[in-house]
Nanobody, 126 residues
Framework: QVQLVESGGGLVQAGESLRLSCAAS????????MGWFRQAPGKEREFVAA????????YYADSGKGRFTISRDNAKNTVYLQMNSLKSEDTAVYYC???????????????????WGKGTLVTVSS
């Protein structure tokens, strides 16, 4: 069992940065690929970024390439999402998720996600 708690959301101006954190409980955190997703008002939840269990492999949606960086610290049971050059269209609730898979690209389909956090709100004002 893995419980995920996101933090770090808030209100920022366009062009600024935020770093989201996701703290995981459970001894098996390092066994899971981790991902970040987001859901804007009135829209479906979408994939943002994923990272392999070791941290060696990362995968991004086109919307975040070059601006977002996902990383993890297995010693701290934490995964991060550094978001730079934020835009108003990045406004959403951001969710952390865990999936037991070695093929992290499969996380983009949102299928078979084993655990979800409750989300943290990011608001980017223009």
């Amino acid at each position: 069992q893995v419980q995920l708690v996101e933090s770090g959301g808030g209100l920022v101006q366009a062009g600024e940065s935020l770093r989201l954190s996701c703290a995981a409980s459970g001894r098996t955190f390092s066994s899971y690929a981790m991902g970040w997703f987001r859901q804007a008002p009135g829209k479906e939840r979408e994939f943002v970024a994923a990272i392999s269990w070791s941290g060696a492999i990362t995968y991004y949606a086109d919307s975040g390439k070059g601006r977002f960086t996902i990383s993890r610290d297995n010693a701290k049971n934490t995964v991060y999402l550094q978001m730079n050059s934020l835009k108003s269209e990045d406004t959403a609730v951001y969710y952390c998720a865990a999936k037991f898979t070695r093929i992290i690209a499969t996380m983009k389909t949102l299928e078979d996600i084993h655990y979800w956090g409750k989300g943290t709100l990011v608001t980017v004002s223009s």
